[in-house]
């Protein structure tokens, strides 16, 4: 295949630069100023287009097996595919069993691998002892690392019955361990002791009134946030290069980090959104640690420029209608779905609006994932020899976000009606056509929620099962 006339976005470039990229057996072979078509070659012409490398989007919650009623594989990995994403990394919390054990883990690839639509990559597990099993032992990280997983979850706090938070000291002997085996550790970074009373305190003050959206963001300060990413470093002294925060909606938090030698990341919604938000977006915006204040959303842009913010995940986890709708600032579920909408977000508020450079725009959409969670033979950049994961991306086009047409199971997203600069035109996995805009706007109106993959994703061109397990550090 040969790509004609894009405008490609190189790593490292500052600009874009008009270039041929030729794709043999789904990596890119070359790439040149013209490459003349090879007989029977297929060509795409790419003019006037900006040609990215595939996104990744490395904290996704695709529930396969277990919570498949809020999301699957199958939807979620076409939902990926029609936001630009051809690489994801899994949680390992959503699943049932969840993935704290190499069996757990070959469990779930033998229950995405029929349904996957893009490559992905799994963390395994660190979860304290609970009613559905024990603490996470040193024996399961080895085993789990053998097994190929990308790094290990924790949480300080979790909502979770079947994936209990972790204590310091259990956790300081699993960072421990991590380091040993070279890989990283990702932590949900809110302070329980401050989390859990405030919620107590503040749901006892409101007596039998109704909860306010202020109840809930309000029980999930920043505080809570830098005081978590304090203790973290402080259980990580010596192995701070160990540790990786997800999800920072808190800017001193994410400083913090970056200053003491860890990584982190934060979401396309505390980049889009603060908590005045609530009023108008209600329990669609709801996630934890919630969107906090106009000022944090502006240092967060800042902080992601500079690169202390390292990059952008969605953290999608959708719910079922009735888990948002109906409910209250307490009882809605907290998550979003995003893995479609993150890339095109980036694109046009960051990129084109100037905030982002176009080096940073490619770090913090791939780039620096891949180099984190140890993708980068394959993924991340447009290089000879990785693979042709590709996005066509008309900068003057224009996207709508319609939370009805999009491929997850959930519908309930802050970002339904927005209107962003540009839109994707087509995406490839591998040197195959994996995502057509074209297809996608033959049939107006809302997708099903459920029933088949061509229905309710229309533009999707590949065949379930087409995406790949990357095991960490296989090229
Ligand atoms: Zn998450």
């Not at 940073?360 to 891949?370: D, H, V």
């Amino acid at each position: 295949m040969l790509v004609r006339n894009g405008e490609a976005a190189l790593p490292g470039a500052s600009a874009p630069l008009r270039v041929d990229i030729r794709v043999r057996e789904g990596r890119v072979s070359e790439i040149a100023e013209r490459l003349e078509p090879e007989a029977g070659e297929e060509t795409v012409e790419a003019a006037g287009l900006l040609v990215l490398p595939g996104a990744i989007d490395s904290h996704v919650h695709f529930d396969t097996p277990g919570f498949t009623e809020r999301e699957s594989f199958l939807r979620g990995s076409a939902e990926a595919l029609r936001g630009g994403v051809t690489t994801i990394v899994d949680m390992p919390c959503t699943s049932l069993p969840p993935v704290v054990s190499a069996a757990a883990l070959r469990n779930k690839l033998a229950a995405v691998a029929p349904e996957a639509l893009c490559d992905y990559a799994f963390y395994g597990g660190i979860r304290g002892a609970g009613p559905d099993g024990p603490a996470t032992t040193e024996r399961d990280l080895e085993e789990l690392a053998a097994a190929g997983v990308a790094g290990f979850k924790a949480y300080l706090v979790s909502g979770m019955d079947t994936f209990p938070a972790v204590d310091h000291e259990h956790l300081s002997r699993m960072i421990a361990k991590a380091a040993e085996l070279g890989l990283p550790v990702l932590v949900h970074a809110e302070d329980p002791a401050y989390v859990l009373p405030a919620a107590v305190r503040i749901k006892a003050a409101r007596g039998a009134a109704a909860p306010t959206w202020d109840d809930y963001v309000d029980s999930r300060p920043e505080a809570a946030e830098l005081v978590a990413c304090a203790s973290l470093m402080a259980l990580a002294r010596g192995r701070e290069g160990t540790m990786h925060v997800v999800h920072v909606g808190t800017a001193a938090a994410a400083e913090h980090v970056s200053r003491a030698g860890g990584s982190c990341e934060t979401c396309a919604h505390y980049l889009a959104f603060s908590r005045e938000d609530f009023a108008a977006k209600g329990a669609s915006l709801k996630t934890a640690p919630p969107v906090k204040s106009a000022e944090e959303r502006e240092r967060l842009w800042e902080l992601l420029a500079s690169g202390a913010v390292s990059f952008v995940t969605s953290d999608h986890a959708p719910a079922r209608p009735e888990e948002k709708r109906g409910r209250d600032a307490w009882t809605a579920y907290g998550g979003i779905p995003g893995v479609g909408t993150t890339l095109p977000f980036l694109l046009s508020e960051g990129w084109l609006k100037g905030k982002l450079g176009l080096p940073r725009l490619l770090e913090a959409t791939g780039g620096a994932q891949a180099a984190r969670f140890g993708l980068s033979a394959r993924k991340g950049a447009i290089a000879l020899g990785k693979d042709a994961d590709l996005v066509l991306f008309d900068p003057k086009g224009r996207t709508t976000i319609r939370a009805e047409r999009l491929y997850s199971k959930g519908r309930d997203t802050p970002f339904e009606g927005l209107a962003l600069e540009g839109s994707i035109r087509s995406v490839y996995l591998r040197g195959r056509l994996a995502y057509d805009a074209a297809r996608d706007g033959e049939r107006p109106g809302a997708l099903p929620r459920e029933g088949s993959i061509s229905d309710a994703a229309p533009g999707v061109a590949l065949e379930p099962g087409f995406g790949r397990f990357l095991s960490r550090g296989c090229p």
